[in-house]
């Protein structure tokens, strides 16, 4: 089922390496890289696209994919403050439980009635963008609680922050689920051969719409960490989402053809993408380049993944 | 091939009822929808998006889909109204103001290149890599954006007022804009191709079957890279004219067309699978979907709205696109 680590993209130690080498080069010419600040911008944008990279390693070990992400994210966090009035945690319970709930219809549309994930995942990615909107009335929201912002900008025995800290429970956690679990056996024959799990007799449709929710579970928590740092919502946030995420597990070697990947392939891809793009910044590459370039690398390792599955399929 | 030709032309005649109900109710219901100055602001409407979404048919009937056209239409634009100052496309080739048609020449023919280019490194890339057309490009949509963006450096890029390169966008014909007619002449022309060209068979061949058209002989690759630079050189089309009309351009023009072309070309009927469609849907799409928006403009109805119902339209066109398939089968 698992194919290897041939069809790796990199390969986890060479992805390893390659950050290494960036972290070293970085922080003699630039030693503003490795300052506290620097490292915790980085460890929050790779947790928050971590997380939601967990969800999309899911979905595409089964052979799918989200373009809702990003807005699902900000819909969480508008939600959250919205919510406000309900009491913080109700606030934040419900907020992630929508995000949830757009996961679950993804699912739905994608498995029961056959809409294919690009239409329904991109319908869902304005829909829920024109929510947020209405919602925002096209302006940014603060929140009132201070509360969540003592969780943002706390931190576990002040070394480990907060928001850091749920992703390095969320990670390893659904890593060991999509390892060891019944489901994560099933996502990767789904995402090898889908005909053939079904007459195997498993649950192809329940798999698939359990991925979409956790997904969409993940992009609330997310959001709701996004929350507790920034305390506002617009309709503006999130946009660049998910190319990232797409692009980050991608380039951990999880492919899009299906069947092959793990939750620690996707988080080192995403790490590495996450560094690289802090890297330009720190760099002074402008944004509108910076565009250019993930938009050029995710070309890039889309085309030889696919390139390599197809090689791999003659072989 | 055959009976499936049939099936489009009833999903013709369906959006076609819809669409003249809707019209009917909205002349009926909407205050000012049933005026020469609304119904032409419709069309003016429809014209500059349809065009991109009768390049994007092409690409979709032969089963891709190409994310980059919004980005393209920003990008050229620019290009376009950079080269109407001719100081600036003086840089580049030599010659005095009396060579004005040169400059204007170039205006036009650049950006619509781009769009070419665009398509042709989309279509490269997907066919030579078999790898999936909606990631590929929504990278090229970044990357182009980007392009755009840096190109112009993030400002809005005025065009030098060249009357010639104005009349693209702003010459009427009986108060209709000229390149309304120019849409309409496009469609046809591109329905044209599809149906009577062996190109246009083919097409439908790829979408149908891929390894089946692969074993039949037919070139395959050439036939889907020329689908997405059809798809891209429409896009440099739509720029140009988009260019000429609001004489402006900036790297957010044009922002979210991608969602708006896919929208209309399958409420047109274009099957997600491909194999099925027609850039006339495609024309009838882009209609029922411009009549929806300025209804909902002339009701006052907030425009964060039209995003919750573009994608209610879509996963509605979908679903009936899924029920048909699901029958015929």
Not at chain 1, 174 to 182: C, E, I, N, Q
Not at chain 2, 90 to 115: D, R, Y
Request: glycine content about 12%.
């Amino acid at each position: 089922m698992r194919r290897g680590l041939a069809r790796t993209l990199l390969g986890d130690q060479k992805i390893l390496l390659i950050l290494f080498g960036i972290t070293i080069v970085l922080a003699v010419i630039r030693p503003v890289f490795i300052s506290p600040e620097n490292i915790f911008n980085v460890l929050f944008q790779v947790s928050i696209n971590g997380m939601i990279g967990v969800g999309m390693a899911y979905l595409m070990i089964g052979g799918d994919f989200d373009l809702s992400v990003g807005s699902n994210m900000v819909f969480a966090t508008t939600a959250a403050i919205l919510l406000e009035g309900l009491g913080i945690a109700p606030g934040i319970v419900l907020a992630v439980l929508l995000s949830s709930l757009a996961g679950f219809l993804n699912g739905v549309l994608v498995t029961k009635v056959k809409i294919n994930s690009f239409i329904t995942t991109l319908s869902m990615m304005i829909f829920l963008r024109g929510l947020v909107l209405i919602f925002t009335d096209k302006k940014t929201i603060s929140g009132s609680t201070s509360a969540l912002f003592a969780f943002g900008y706390g931190s576990l025995f002040g070394l480990i922050p907060y928001p850091v800290l749920v992703a390095a429970v969320v990670l390893p956690v659904f890593g060991f689920v999509l390892a060891k679990s019944v489901w994560g056996r099933n996502l990767y024959a789904i995402g090898s051969n889908s005909k053939a799990a079904q007459m195997f007799g498993i649950n192809v449709d329940s798999a698939k719409i359990a991925s979409f929710t956790l997904t969409g579970a993940l992009c609330g928590i997310s959001g709701i960490v996004l929350l507790s740092r920034l305390n506002s919502a617009s309709g503006t946030y999130g946009m660049d989402t998910g190319l990232d995420v797409i692009s980050g597990v991608l380039l951990g070697g999880t492919s899009l053809a299906g069947g092959e990947g793990s939750v620690f392939r996707a988080f080192l891809g995403v790490l590495l993408l996450g560094v690289l793009s802090n890297a330009m910044i720190i760099l002074h590459v402008t944004p509108y380049l910076q565009q250019v370039v993930k938009g050029l690398m995710l070309i890039t390792v889309v085309a030889v993944d696919a390139y390599q599955a197809r090689r791999a399929e003659y072989r | 091939m055959a009976f499936d030709r049939f099936q489009k032309t009833l999903a013709e005649q369906a959006i076609l009822i819809i669409l003249a109900g809707l019209f009917l109710l909205c002349s009926l219901f909407v205050p000012s929808f049933f005026t020469a100055r609304n119904l032409v602001n419709i069309l003016k409407q429809s014209a500059i998006i349809g065009i991109v979404a009768a390049g994007l048919t092409v690409t979709m009937i032969a089963g891709n889909v190409d994310l980059s056209v919004g980005s393209t239409v920003a990008f050229s634009g620019i290009l376009a109204l950079l080269f109407t100052h001719t100081d600036f496309s003086k840089a580049f080739i030599s010659g005095t103001s009396e060579q004005n048609a040169v400059f204007l020449a170039l205006a036009i023919l650049l950006p619509l290149l781009l769009g070419g280019a665009v398509g042709l490194f989309n279509g490269m890339v997907v066919t030579g890599s078999g790898a999936n057309s909606v990631i590929i490009t929504l990278g090229a949509l970044a990357a182009v954006r980007g392009g755009a963006l840096l190109f112009s450096d993030g400002k809005v890029i005025y065009g030098a007022h060249n009357p010639l390169f104005d009349a693209i966008g702003q010459a009427q014909i009986a108060t209709i804009p000229i390149y309304v007619f120019f849409f309409l002449v496009f469609v046809l022309l591109l329905e044209a191709l599809l149906r009577f060209t062996t190109f246009g068979r083919s097409v439908y061949h790829i979408g149908t079957n891929l390894k089946a058209s692969v074993i039949a002989g037919i070139p395959v690759s050439r036939v889907r890279v020329t689908t997405f630079v059809i798809c891209g050189f429409a896009a440099g089309v739509a720029a140009v004219i988009l260019a000429a009309r609001l004489n402006s351009a900036s790297g957010t023009t044009a922002n979210g067309w991608e969602f708006d072309a896919v929208t209309a070309v399958v409420i047109g009927g274009t099957s997600l699978f491909g194999g099925k469609g027609s850039v006339l849907g495609t024309l009838l799409g882009t209609l029922l979907v411009t009549l929806i928006i300025n209804a909902m403009v002339l009701l006052n109805i907030p425009s964060p709205w039209q995003y919750v119902a573009k994608a209610l339209i879509i996963v509605t066109a979908v679903l009936i696109d899924v029920r048909t398939r699901k029958e015929a089968i």
